[in-house]
């Protein structure tokens, strides 16, 4: 059973081959990072994941079923920017995809079924540690609180793939740490499967459970438009990175920080408690 | 010091301010002087005193054949239009461009064919729209709405397409339906822009209502200005001529104020 299965995918646009031939089996509850060099498709490839692009060769399943041809509800996306919506508060951001849901015309919802959803987007938010910033517009957060934000309303609608295009690629180091904190927190609780494109390998590697290479193995000038990238490397974390359990290598402490803040304040709620006792306890 | 770096403070802007007000002012009155001193009677730069008359005739003392105030009176009529003409504008405005900004196909038709229209000099059609319409109230509101119409519909689409392609995307990843899309994140986000793009089209929209009462009507503030102007009545023009003025600016500041109150979100990236 696999997540999603990509076989032989090729885009081109017009005469310019961007993917050739790109062929991979994404397992259920895996965390798959895709690096490379700028403009090698990575970008491109999400995009064809999540529907906003159509492949012109081979064929993308999600489930054993093929892949619907537009963004859809099962695949959630948290970008760089543009994620979340500026007209609306932190509280309205989260509630917006249930309330679409649910409600086909108006998309709102009113009275008990309101009051419900706001509680349960409460405490995504507080998931995320944005207790307390409900009413704020995202223009009055900072670029970390936006970004958890964005993850806070993709996760709303429980979707069975999340993709992450760059998406802690503007954040400064020390905000980035504890987004990295709170992303495997996410992904070790919630049942799916993570594509993050990044250009950050350290990134790459401290989250992920299967890094995976784009490259063009013929780079020159003149072979630069026909010839496409392919996934030149695979390599899949040793000992096993699985969601749920942790390897003896996995820490929220980043090493080489002057100053390692307490794990609970890295992911930013108090969960992390619960979260680490439950890491530790001996695997059956 | 630079220039650049020279700021005014809170008084200064004000005295800055308030100073061209001032000057135009102080022009006035010495013109006017000098040419009453010269010629008593002329009538091009009247004196204070003979405005002050006017606006008084005008405004507080009912008119001898009708009975009725007239400077109100031409104000109601002619803000009655105005209110006509910029809200089915505005209300069309919304709907094609929306329709166009969401919808690739509706673009595809609307665009090219607003674009050309937006190229028609509307004076040019206000002797077809009396032919055609009559020389009612419909005929100069008709005006007004061909005259900016186009130009909201082209700003509405601009803002609606130049809205992050992430954002739509993001939206359908949150099982948004295209009238959803339209609805909950297009929608929210052009009113800003299209109430500051009416505060933009008040001038022009002003221009065909006088444009328009000029021509045939008989009440609202360009009738009585032509009217007035065979007697060179220079003391009913310019109380006019600055009543609209500052008609237009606390539109403006209303409309201003309306988007602030109703929008605060968009006022917290500015």
Redesign the interface.
Known sequence: MTALSISHLWKEYGDQIVLEDVSIDIGPRSFVALVGPSGCGKTTFLRLL?G?ETPSRGRILIDGQPLPP????D???V?Q?????????VLGNVM??PE??AS?????RFGAARRALADEARAMLAEVGLAGSEQK?P??LSGGMQQRLALA??LM?R?RVLLLDEPFGALDPGIRADIHALMRRLWNEVPMTVVMVTHDLREAFTLASRVVVFERPRDRPEERDRYGARLSRDIVIWPPRLAGRTTPYDTDRMPGRDDPTPDAAAAGTTRQAEGRTHASSPQP | MRAINIRPGRGTALVLGLLPFAALAVAYLAGSALRLAENPSDKLLPALTTLAASIDLLAFTPDRRTGDYLLWADTAASLTRLAWGLGIAASLALVLGLLAGVLPVMRALLAPFVAFVSMVPPLALLPILFIVMGLGETSKIALIVIGITPILIRDLMLTATALPREMIVKAETLSASSWLIALRVVLPQVMPRLIDSLRLQIGPAFLFLIAAEAISSDAGLGYRIFLVRRYLAMEVIFPYVAWITLLAVLLDLALSSLRRRMFPWAEVGR
């Open positions: 999540l906003q537009e963004p859809g509800p695949r959630g996306v970008y920017r543009y994620s979340v919506f500026p007209h609306l508060t917006l995809g679409m849901r086909r015309f108006l998309g709102r517009y223009a009055q309303q993709a609608m979707p």
